[in-house]
């Protein structure tokens, strides 16, 4: 039974790493898919961004998002961080600094629809 369920979550490991696999979007950042959904993360100094869209480039809107928020690891310290939905499809939050190379960055919120939104992003 054991070695069964070994085998499976190492069967599973791929999949769930390629869900987070990542392309360059319209803003020059890493899209991520969610479930359909897409997030784009531009960070430009202390400002980060998340674009949300869904399908073909097609802006989701962010209004009305429930408890949008990022979870930043960065030069050993963790904290989290209130995204703020801005129209037509952004979610945006101030740093207290730049993002350091290699920061993980994870974005979770729930939209208006019920529709949960997670995706992890590495700051390259």
């Known amino acids: 039974m054991r070695r069964t369920l070994l085998a499976l979550a190492l069967l599973a490991a791929p999949i769930q790493a390629s869900a987070q696999a990542t392309v360059k979007g319209p803003n020059g950042g890493p899209v991520v898919d969610s479930h359909g959904h897409y997030v784009e ?3 430009r100094g ?5 674009y949300l869209t869904e399908g073909a480039s097609k802006p989701l809107s962010a209004a009305g998002m429930k408890n949008p928020r990022a979870l930043i690891q960065d030069g050993g ?3 989290t961080v209130t995204l703020i939905p801005t129209e037509p499809n952004k979610l945006v939050a101030t740093l207290p600094g730049p ?3 290699g920061a993980r ?7 208006i629809d019920g529709h949960a ?3 992890r992003f590495v700051n390259n």
Do not use: F, H, N, P
């Open 117 to 119: 939104i997670q995706a």
């Open 99 to 101: 993002l350091g190379q």
């Open 77 to 79: 310290k963790t904290a």
């Open 41 to 43: 993360m531009v960070s």
């Open 46 to 50: 202390a400002e980060l961004v998340l």
């Open 105 to 111: 960055v994870v974005v979770s919120g729930t939209l």
